[in-house]
């Protein structure tokens, strides 16, 4: 069914997320955009509007990028499984589709560079193919290739092309860094060894400036090559703008960019850090400068904004840097969302996609998070087996997070799914070991107590849906059962079996229907009150369903899954109405939001997408 649909799509609003892979984050030489990936996609953002366009062709995660020096062309190389070929594409910037597709490489694309006037493109394989290929870029053709190092030494690592030749560029990685001499004519590169002396690094990146070559090193150093010479000049410890005293860098030195015009250069640091360094005594006057901005991008998936003049720093984009577990709705409000990952449960703005409140338990994966009718309580479930109950208080720098209070030893395999009554005094809880427990949360919400305990799952409980009177709830799990609870009895009122393990369900709008998913692919209607099969739908063309959600009319259900697709169904009609196109991961959660305006859906990828919700269908 999904691979016959060919109506309208759903309209992708705007993205939250950012790979962070090194080299992964890129100012367009118009300087009006950022140019990024996530997951398979790589992205471009205008810096003013915050319009995103997406540019999707990658079948893998984007391991590396680059942008040409006129701006015409993005080159994105991936990492596939092993034995496969990693594909390099070359993107029009200005159609905004594939130029070309390259392949030759296998498993990983390291490293990618445009020659000065964008005539070739050198890529680097990773350390399971470790080749060296310069290709045309008006002929679409490789011109040759060469093993990137030589036998005694390590994995390259690292590129550069020089600043004005077009036949000379450079590599870098594990005691290996050489200078490139390409010679078109007979289709040939000719590689020459720096040399080092008693200097031997493991080089993580190298940029070019002058007569120059700075290669950022493990060790946190900076080494300066001469390239008229292939010596070793000189050797830069830390320094200059942010400190006055000569230390490597913790962590190794990890990005370099230099500052036009003069003998400054930035460097990143494994450890977060950001410096200025001059790496020459004569410094050349920087006030044309004094205005200009640059980006850094993190491994966590933040991007920085830095001022030259005082080296001030502002969040401007913030994203999971992991998997993310939940997503909810505030019932009353559709202006906010709460998402839930690995270590923290974060608030955001759903106009601008801007992160509003973080809250931080180290080393534990939330995995699933339910709100108050009135938003005032948060419930969190842990992998560590403890339910979390967090109230809003007054902070310094506005509204904050308390933790009113800790369910120890909620589940003893970790608590996998969570919801609550409308009013929050009391919570459903699932666990791992396949049991569902009712808790009792006093009106002060301090103090909990352990109601019931509902012990017929045999494996881990998946997913929780309360009905909207409170008195029943369902549960599914992935023993293959999906349970109907009578809440007031506190029995089972029906079960239902299937060969799947359940991944989700959902009461239907009159609550005499259940609707359940998993990695059977089928979408299934259940009758609450006799446990038999109404109808049975094929969901997913491939991959298990892993979210759904459906509106408050009860006319759209919203679902996902490994596919990558997010899909409307009509509930009567048993029909696919919209479909969504957009995530790299596999979906793990999707919402939608009170009064039908957005869809939200998020993955293992780290991404959050909101896409409008179809007014037709309003």
């Given at each position: 069914?999904?691979k016959?649909?060919?109506?309208p799509?759903?309209?992708?609003?705007?993205?939250?997320?950012?790979?962070g892979?090194?080299?992964?984050?890129?100012?367009?030489?118009?300087?009006?955009?950022?140019?990024?990936?996530?997951?398979?996609?790589?992205?471009?953002?205008?810096?003013?509007?915050?319009?995103?366009?997406?540019?999707?062709?990658?079948?893998?995660?984007?391991?590396?990028?680059?942008?040409?020096?006129?701006?015409?062309?993005?080159?994105?190389?991936?990492?596939?499984h092993?034995?496969?070929?990693?594909?390099?594409?070359?993107?029009?910037?200005?159609?905004?589709?594939?130029?070309?597709?390259?392949?030759?490489?296998?498993?990983?694309?390291?490293?990618?560079?445009?020659?000065?006037?964008?005539?070739?493109?050198?890529?680097?394989?990773g350390?399971?193919?470790?080749?060296?290929?310069?290709?045309?870029?008006?002929?679409?053709n490789a011109?040759?290739?060469?093993k990137?190092?030589?036998?005694?030494?390590?994995?390259?690592?690292?590129?550069?092309?020089?600043?004005?030749?077009?036949?000379?560029?450079?590599?870098?990685?594990?005691?290996?860094?050489?200078?490139?001499?390409?010679n078109?004519?007979?289709?040939?590169?000719?590689?020459?060894?720096?040399?080092?002396?008693?200097?031997?690094?493991?080089?993580?990146?190298?940029?070019?400036?002058?007569?120059?070559?700075?290669?950022?090193?493990?060790?946190?150093?900076?080494?300066?090559?001469?390239?008229?010479?292939?010596?070793?000049?000189?050797?830069?410890?830390?320094?200059?703008?942010?400190?006055?005293?000569a230390?490597?860098?913790?962590?190794?030195v990890?990005?370099?960019?230099?500052?036009?015009?003069?003998q400054?250069?930035?460097?990143?640091?494994?450890n977060g850090?950001?410096a200025?360094?001059?790496?020459l005594?004569?410094?050349?006057?920087?006030?044309?400068?004094?205005?200009f901005?640059?980006?850094?991008?993190?491994?966590?998936?933040?991007?920085?904004?830095?001022?030259?003049?005082?080296?001030?720093?502002?969040?401007?984009?913030?994203?999971?840097?992991?998997?993310?577990?939940?997503i909810?709705?505030?019932?009353?409000?559709?202006?906010?969302?709460?998402?839930?990952?690995?270590?923290?449960?974060?608030?955001?703005?759903?106009?601008?996609?801007?992160?509003?409140?973080?809250?931080?338990?180290?080393?534990?994966?939330?995995?699933?998070?339910?709100?108050?009718?009135?938003?005032?309580?948060?419930?969190?479930?842990?992998?560590?087996?403890?339910?979390?109950?967090?109230?809003?208080?007054?902070?310094?720098?506005?509204?904050?997070?308390?933790?009113?209070?800790?369910?120890?030893?909620?589940?003893?395999?970790?608590?996998?799914?969570?919801?609550?009554?409308?009013?929050?005094?009391?919570i459903?809880?699932?666990?791992?070991?396949?049991?569902?427990?009712?808790?009792?949360?006093?009106h002060?919400?301090c103090?909990?107590?352990?109601?019931?305990?509902?012990?017929e799952?045999?494996?881990?409980?998946?997913?929780?849906?309360?009905?909207?009177?409170?008195?029943?709830?369902?549960?599914?799990?992935?023993?293959?059962?999906?349970?109907?609870?009578?809440?007031?009895?506190?029995?089972?009122?029906?079960?239902?079996?299937?060969?799947?393990?359940?991944?989700?369900?959902?009461?239907?709008?009159?609550?005499?229907?259940?609707?359940?998913?998993?990695?059977?692919?089928?979408?299934v209607?259940?009758?609450?009150?006799?446990?038999?099969?109404?109808?049975?739908?094929?969901?997913?063309?491939?991959?298990?369903?892993?979210?759904?959600?459906?509106?408050?009319?009860g006319?759209?259900?919203?679902?996902?899954?490994?596919?990558?697709?997010?899909?409307?169904?009509?509930?009567?009609?048993?029909?696919?109405?919209?479909?969504?196109?957009?995530?790299?991961g596999?979906?793990t959660?999707?919402k939608?939001?009170?009064?039908?305006?957005?869809?939200?859906?998020?993955?293992?990828?780290?991404?959050?997408?909101?896409?409008?919700?179809?007014?037709?269908l309003?």
């Amino acid at each position: 069914m999904a691979k016959t649909y060919d109506g309208p799509s759903l309209d992708l609003e705007y993205v939250v997320g950012y790979s962070g892979i090194t080299n992964g984050l890129k100012v367009h030489p118009d300087r009006h955009h950022l140019i990024y990936s996530l997951g398979n996609t790589v992205i471009i953002e205008n810096i003013e509007t915050k319009k995103q366009q997406t540019l999707m062709g990658h079948s893998a995660d984007v391991s590396c990028l680059t942008v040409s020096n006129s701006g015409k062309y993005i080159a994105s190389g991936q990492v596939i499984h092993m034995g496969f070929t990693a594909d390099i594409i070359i993107w029009d910037y200005e159609q905004k589709a594939i130029y070309a597709r390259l392949q030759l490489h296998k498993v990983k694309i390291e490293a990618l560079v445009f020659s000065p006037k964008d005539s070739y493109l050198l890529s680097l394989g990773g350390q399971d193919d470790g080749s060296l290929v310069v290709w045309d870029v008006a002929t679409k053709n490789a011109i040759c290739g060469s093993k990137a190092q030589s036998e005694s030494a390590g994995n390259t690592l690292c590129l550069a092309y020089h600043e004005t030749d077009e036949l000379k560029f450079f590599s870098g990685g594990d005691q290996t860094l050489r200078v490139w001499e390409l010679n078109v004519d007979n289709r040939k590169i000719k590689p020459q060894d720096v040399r080092m002396g008693q200097h031997v690094r493991m080089s993580k990146c190298i940029q070019m400036k002058g007569n120059y070559l700075l290669c950022g090193t493990y060790t946190g150093d900076i080494l300066g090559i001469n390239v008229d010479t292939n010596r070793f000049q000189f050797l830069g410890p830390k320094g200059g703008h942010n400190s006055k005293k000569a230390e490597n860098f913790q962590c190794g030195v990890t990005a370099l960019a230099h500052l036009p015009g003069n003998q400054e250069m930035l460097v990143g640091s494994g450890n977060g850090e950001v410096a200025l360094v001059t790496y020459l005594k004569h410094k050349d006057n920087l006030s044309n400068f004094f205005a200009f901005q640059f980006y850094v991008g993190m491994s966590n998936s933040q991007i920085y904004r830095f001022t030259y003049t005082d080296f001030a720093c502002e969040l401007v984009k913030s994203s999971h840097h992991g998997p993310v577990t939940d997503i909810v709705f505030p019932s009353r409000s559709n202006e906010l969302f709460v998402t839930s990952q690995l270590g923290q449960i974060r608030f955001w703005l759903l106009k601008t996609g801007q992160e509003l409140l973080r809250q931080t338990v180290a080393n534990i994966t939330c995995t699933s998070v339910a709100l108050t009718e009135d938003g005032s309580k948060i419930y969190t479930a842990w992998n560590d087996g403890k339910i979390r109950g967090y109230g809003f208080v007054k902070g310094k720098g506005g509204a904050a997070l308390k933790l009113m209070f800790t369910i120890h030893d909620a589940h003893s395999n970790g608590v996998t799914a969570l919801t609550c009554t409308p009013d929050g005094h009391c919570i459903l809880s699932g666990g791992g070991e396949g049991q569902v427990r009712v808790w009792s949360i006093s009106h002060d919400f301090c103090t909990t107590s352990l109601e019931h305990n509902m012990m017929e799952h045999k494996g881990s409980v998946s997913d929780i849906r309360i009905s909207k009177n409170g008195k029943s709830c369902v549960s599914s799990s992935h023993d293959g059962t999906t349970i109907i609870w009578d809440l007031e009895k506190k029995r089972r009122s029906q079960i239902v079996f299937a060969n799947t393990l359940f991944k989700c369900v959902c009461f239907n709008k009159e609550e005499n229907q259940i609707m359940t998913s998993g990695t059977d692919r089928k979408l299934v209607y259940w009758d609450v009150s006799s446990g038999s099969q109404v109808r049975e739908l094929d969901g997913s063309a491939s991959g298990s369903i892993n979210a759904m959600d459906i509106t408050a009319d009860g006319n759209v259900v919203a679902t996902g899954g490994d596919d990558k697709i997010l899909k409307l169904w009509d509930y009567k009609r048993a029909e696919i109405i919209s479909v969504g196109i957009g995530h790299s991961g596999n979906i793990t959660k999707i919402k939608v939001s009170p009064g039908n305006t957005h869809i939200v859906s998020v993955s293992e990828d780290g991404a959050i997408l909101v896409w409008k919700f179809p007014q037709y269908l309003v």
